[in-house]
């Protein structure tokens, strides 16, 4: 197993950016897919980006690519969504995820969830 620990969501204006890291526990953080969802008030939670394990592959859902990067740094155990160009649509609770099947943006093919963090972008 592997435990996930979200930090550095806040309070950013429109346009401004951010960088959310996902902190893994474990030894075997480099067998892990991992990826980034992000759940609105009311709405579902939605995919925003998978990374390979090695970090090879990357794959951004159509609302954010181009704005936001993933990356990972394995001997660090890391997980970082750089988040640039925020919108108000970009408010929700983010929650960085884990699986062991390889990048997928479904999020009933991740197995370990973070606690989120909260994302708030002002207009």
């Known amino acids: 197993q592997v435990q996930l620990v979200e930090s550095g969501g806040g309070l950013v204006q429109v346009g401004g950016s951010l960088r959310l890291s996902c902190a893994a526990s474990g030894r075997t953080f480099s067998n892990y897919t991992m990826g980034w969802f992000r759940q609105a008030p009311g709405k579902e939670r939605e995919f925003v980006a998978t990374i390979s394990r090695s970090g090879g592959f990357t794959y951004y859902a159509d609302s954010v690519k181009g704005r936001f990067t993933i990356s990972r740094d394995n001997a660090k155990n890391t997980v970082y969504l750089q988040m640039n160009s925020l919108k108000p649509e970009d408010t929700a609770v983010y929650y960085c995820?884990?699986?062991?099947?390889?990048?997928?943006?479904?999020?009933?093919?991740?197995?370990?969830w973070g606690q989120g963090t909260q994302v708030t972008v002002s207009s």
């Open positions: 995820a884990a699986n062991d099947e390889g990048p997928r943006a479904r999020d009933r093919a991740y197995d370990y």
